[in-house]
């Protein structure tokens, strides 16, 4: 079964009450036992539920695995993955990683005695060299946020199962469509369901695929003991986005090629962050391990004062946090995304005052280039 008939009918039926195509949103906190240990399936909305249970299974299928779980956002599926750990062991993680897993780490994390070490991945051997003897998890972003540095997936895969460590991968901006880490030996695939999987911007969302039972398990007494869980309608309203996510993907990466070479020949841009361009570090890996390149992209103006002059002229394109709609997005991540993180921190990780974060959308491509060079006009 291909990806795009997966995506409108894995682990979809039609409902055996109606015969309705489309899942039912079971709304109800409880569900009604026959007798003492006997039910069907269910017992309790924050153990499971049937429209969440659907979705669980479609991401698995997406991912190639066999184990999947929802959460009420990305953060809260990373919380409880994080929570597989106990005080005292060590993450190895990207340096270029969503600023909300750093403000987790360094906020709330460390607290309880977990300990992170934030490193370039894109070297493996800087993996190697920040590996303790009480390392636990190696935690990669590939395409990175917001740089977009590509991590080489099988690498890390063989580098944590030499060493027994669990590797995790946030695969939020590729999207199983164009990236199945599991297929590389990763352990553990994360998402942020409210980004391209729902891919209207009317969600949030969390989802974990794995295909080991036992730590799936654990996952499971986590969520239920936490409590992040997705509601049904947040479940219901992403298997509707992901039926199209395939038809959104081709457009997000075919528009995202063609505004990323517009940018880096405009002379007020000083440098493009896209694995889809040839100038790219890790071009020829990206081409190797993913199946296109997404529609993020990130461009540096140089100072604040030229960025904050180009996201105020800026009108088709919105100024807003969050990626993946189908509307595109810009944003500025060392005052929005990755603000938590020191100044000298940002920039050395190449998160520069000047650096802005374009969700590429999918409107008509000549649109969207349109408002972006009216934009740099006035820079």
Same mark, same amino acid.
């Given at each position: 079964?291909?990806?795009?008939?997966?995506?409108?009918?894995?682990?979809?039926?039609?409902?055996?009450?109606?015969?309705?195509?489309?899942?039912?949103?079971?709304?109800?906190?409880?569900?009604?036992?026959?007798?003492?240990?006997?039910?069907?399936?269910?017992?309790?909305?924050?153990?499971?539920?049937?429209?969440?249970?659907?979705?669980?299974? %479609?991401?698995?299928?997406?991912?190639?695995?066999?184990?999947?779980?929802?959460?009420?956002?990305?953060?809260?599926?990373?919380?409880?993955?994080?929570?597989?750990?106990?005080?005292?062991?060590?993450?190895?993680?990207?340096?270029?990683?969503?600023?909300?897993?750093?403000?987790?780490?360094?906020?709330?994390?460390?607290?309880?005695?977990?300990?992170?070490?934030?490193?370039?991945?894109?070297?493996?051997?800087?993996? +190697?060299?920040?590996?303790?003897?009480?390392?636990?998890?190696?935690?990669?972003?590939?395409?990175?946020?917001?740089?977009?540095?590509?991590?080489?997936?099988?690498?890390?895969?063989?580098?944590?199962?030499?060493?027994?460590?669990?590797?995790?991968?946030?695969?939020?901006?590729?999207?199983?469509?164009?990236?199945?880490?599991?297929?590389?030996?990763?352990?553990?695939?994360?998402?942020?369901?409210?980004?391209?999987?729902?891919?209207?911007?009317?969600?949030?969302?969390?989802?974990?695929?794995?295909?080991?039972?036992?730590?799936?398990? +654990?996952? +499971?007494?986590?969520?239920?003991?936490?409590?992040?869980?997705?509601?049904?309608?947040?479940?219901?309203?992403?298997?509707?986005?992901?039926?199209?996510?395939?038809?959104?993907?081709?457009?997000?990466?075919?528009?995202?090629?063609?505004?990323?070479?517009?940018?880096?020949? %405009?002379?007020?841009?000083?440098?493009?962050?896209?694995?889809?361009?040839?100038?790219?570090?890790?071009?020829?890996?990206?081409?190797?391990?993913?199946?296109?390149?997404?529609?993020?992209?990130?461009?540096?103006?140089?100072?604040?004062? +030229?960025?904050?002059?180009?996201?105020?002229?800026?009108?088709?394109?919105?100024?807003?946090?969050?990626?993946?709609?189908?509307?595109?997005?810009?944003?500025?991540?060392?005052?929005?995304?990755?603000?938590?993180?020191?100044?000298? %921190?940002?920039?050395?990780?190449?998160?520069?005052?000047?650096?802005?974060?374009?969700?590429?959308?999918?409107?008509?491509?000549?649109?969207?280039?349109?408002?972006?060079?009216?934009?740099?006009?006035?820079?």
């Amino acid at each position: 079964m291909g990806f795009s008939t997966k995506a409108i009918h894995a682990a979809i039926e039609p409902d055996p009450t109606y015969g309705s195509i489309m899942t039912p949103i079971h709304l109800t906190s409880t569900y009604v036992q026959e007798e003492l240990g006997k039910n069907k399936g269910y017992e309790y909305a924050r153990v499971s539920n049937p429209t969440r249970t659907v979705l669980e299974r %479609q991401i698995a299928a997406l991912e190639g695995g066999s184990e999947g779980l929802a959460f009420a956002s990305g953060m809260a599926a990373i919380s409880t993955l994080f929570s597989l750990l106990n005080t005292g062991e060590h993450v190895v993680a990207s340096h270029n990683v969503y600023g909300g897993v750093y403000r987790l780490a360094q906020g709330v994390l460390s607290n309880f005695g977990l300990e992170f070490s934030f490193v370039d991945t894109t070297d493996l051997d800087n993996i +190697r060299k920040a590996l303790k003897p009480n390392t636990r998890m190696v935690y990669i972003e590939t395409p990175t946020n917001p740089t977009m540095e590509v991590t080489d997936l099988t690498g890390v895969g063989n580098i944590c199962k030499d060493k027994k460590l669990l590797s995790v991968v946030d695969n939020t901006f590729a999207t199983p469509y164009l990236q199945n880490p599991l297929e590389y030996g990763i352990d553990m695939v994360v998402h942020s369901a409210t980004k391209y999987l729902n891919g209207h911007s009317d969600m949030l969302g969390g989802l974990i695929v794995l295909n080991n039972k036992e730590t799936a398990d +654990r996952l +499971r007494f986590l969520q239920k003991s936490i409590g992040g869980i997705m509601s049904p309608f947040e479940a219901w309203m992403c298997l509707r986005g992901i039926k199209t996510l395939a038809v959104r993907m081709d457009r997000h990466n075919r528009n995202a090629i063609d505004i990323a070479e517009f940018l880096a020949q %405009q002379g007020k841009v000083k440098k493009v962050n896209f694995p889809g361009l040839v100038s790219h570090p890790q071009h020829r890996l990206a081409k190797k391990q993913m199946r296109g390149f997404g529609g993020m992209i990130s461009f540096d103006l140089g100072t604040l004062d +030229r960025a904050k002059s180009f996201l105020k002229r800026v009108k088709l394109c919105a100024l807003a946090e969050s990626l993946g709609g189908v509307e595109t997005l810009i944003s500025h991540p060392a005052t929005m995304t990755h603000s938590f993180i020191s100044a000298e %921190q940002r920039r050395r990780i190449g998160i520069g005052d000047g650096l802005v974060r374009l969700s590429v959308g999918i409107e008509d491509v000549e649109d969207i280039r349109d408002d972006l060079k009216q934009a740099l006009s006035g820079v």
